[in-house]
């Protein structure tokens, strides 16, 4: 390439904003005309741009995913597939210059993970002030991540680069045209930056974006009985259609009210309960048989996703229970 190619080439991300004076306008119309790698060069570049706006898009199908809770698993799927959600799929950063641009440094990328609702989405987010960050599909799962500056007085874009990767279970991904794929337990994601390698477990990823989340506690209604007996059952009722509740204990007095989506159109007895057995006013049975003695301040704690609910164990024993607690 002479240099002057490279003086013009510089000055095309600008030429492309409209933010090149009348002078240099002409400098590179002139130059255009006879340099043909230039021209195939600048087309190449407009290109990127009109890819750019396609992903934005997509990202843009994630949030309201989000929202679709009462709807089924499999309903969920069909809308992130209709986005045209697939793995491998990579979008971000907006335009990446040829010649302007270098595999990242590890320490200059933030990466977080997101996983939910059968979706996972790496993000890669740049360190350094005026980057931006691009990820590159290469072969057998691997991405290299890809800095280069942002164009000065651009319009606002995102500088951030995405994988995201959709699962329809613990071994099969959403391809490309809807079209699944299985993938192996052992199968990996490499992302390549200038320093280092690091990968990740497709499989980690997929149960992590599988796992059934914790309840909200605004869509779950709670039940109360007590028997003659001194056993008292709480209930846990999803007031979300297509959706089931389980009752997990994860510690001493401790559950958490775990969320299921339930198959298409299946009616599905939907709660969940949790007992306890009290023996007098300061004893508890356990499942074993064993009975403990509680004190005044002994809580069962309920875990929900957005907060946790504690109750006196002797307020379940005396059923007294506040009406915020029962709405
Ligand atoms: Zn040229």
């Not at 210059?97 to 590890?106: H, I, K, L």
Request: one cysteine or more; glycine letters at 8%.
């Amino acid at each position: 390439m002479k240099m002057k190619c490279e003086v013009i080439r510089d000055l095309f991300p600008s030429y492309i904003d409209g933010l090149t004076s009348e002078e240099s306008n002409e400098l590179i119309k002139e130059h255009l005309e006879e340099c043909r790698e230039c021209r195939e060069y600048l087309d190449d570049m407009k290109e990127d741009i009109v890819q750019e706006n396609q992903p934005v898009k997509n990202k843009e199908a994630v949030k309201p995913f989000r929202k679709l809770r009462q709807k089924t698993r499999r309903k969920i799927i069909l809308a992130a597939g209709g986005a045209a959600l697939a793995c491998g799929l990579i979008f971000g950063g907006g335009l990446l210059y040829y010649g302007r641009s270098w595999t990242a440094e590890s320490e200059d990328v933030k990466m977080t993970i997101d996983a939910q609702g059968g979706i996972a989405t790496l993000r890669f987010a740049p360190e350094k002030k005026n980057c931006k960050l691009t990820a590159e599909a290469g072969e057998d799962n691997t991405i290299t991540i890809v800095e280069s500056k942002q164009i000065p007085f651009a319009k606002t874009y995102n500088p951030n680069a995405y994988w995201s990767c959709t699962f329809l279970d613990e071994n099969t991904v959403m391809g490309i045209d809807g079209q699944n794929m299985d993938f192996r337990e052992d199968q990996v994601l490499t992302i390549k930056y200038e320093d280092r390698t690091e990968t990740i477990s497709i499989g980690e990823l997929a149960s992590r974006a599988l796992e059934n989340p914790a309840a909200q506690s605004e869509d779950v209604k709670m039940t109360f009985d007590k028997d003659d007996t001194g056993t008292v059952v709480l209930g846990f009722y999803p007031e979300l259609m297509g959706v089931s509740l389980k009752v997990e204990e994860t510690g001493e007095n401790r559950i958490l009210i775990r969320q299921y989506y339930d198959g298409e159109g299946e009616p599905v007895e939907n709660g969940d309960v949790y007992t306890l057995r009290f023996s007098g006013g300061n004893r508890i049975q356990k499942e074993n048989g064993e009975i403990l003695e509680f004190s005044e301040e002994d809580e069962l704690i309920i875990e929900y996703q957005d907060k946790e609910v504690e109750i006196p164990l002797k307020d379940l024993w005396k059923g007294e229970l506040s009406e915020e607690l029962m709405k």
